[in-house]
């Protein structure tokens, strides 16, 4: 999986990669099970710091997205990412209050955000 992580974002890298690698879960380029580069070589193939990877990997295995062991490495999580349930989505619901009241306020109605999150929820999910 090639990763791209835009380093002039606002947004931290560690959060960038944690998001692709979920990304790439959930779009199936990341099965269960498969190791992903060690904290040392994904530094290395990204040219960041390897605490901002391991702050990523740490935040994916609190997660349950990834598994991480002193032989194999870091894995997958060979059994899947828990499903969704009331913590996850309440969670979800404060992640999207900003974006919702952010789109309100530049004059987007219900119907575009909606158009706009079905067709990334489409995109990710046919890859």
């Not at 990304?23 to 960041?48: C, F, N, T, Y």
């Not at 894995?75 to 900003?98: A, K």
Request: proline fraction near 5%.
């Amino acid at each position: 999986m090639l990763l791209s992580l835009d380093l002039q974002s606002e947004t931290p890298i560690y959060m960038q990669l944690r998001n692709k690698i979920i990304e790439g879960i959930a779009s199936k380029q990341l099965q269960p099970g498969e190791a992903l580069p060690s904290v040392r070589v994904m530094a290395a193939d990204l040219g960041v710091n390897m605490h901002t990877i391991n702050k990523a990997y740490q935040l994916l295995k609190q997660e349950g997205f990834i598994l991480i062991h002193r032989q194999k490495g870091v894995v997958i999580h060979p059994d899947g990412v828990p499903l969704f349930d009331d913590h996850f989505t309440e969670q979800l619901r404060e992640q999207l209050r900003p974006f919702i009241s952010e789109a309100i306020c530049r004059g987007m109605d219900e119907q575009q955000f909606n158009q706009i999150a079905k067709e990334i929820f489409e995109h990710i999910s046919s890859k």
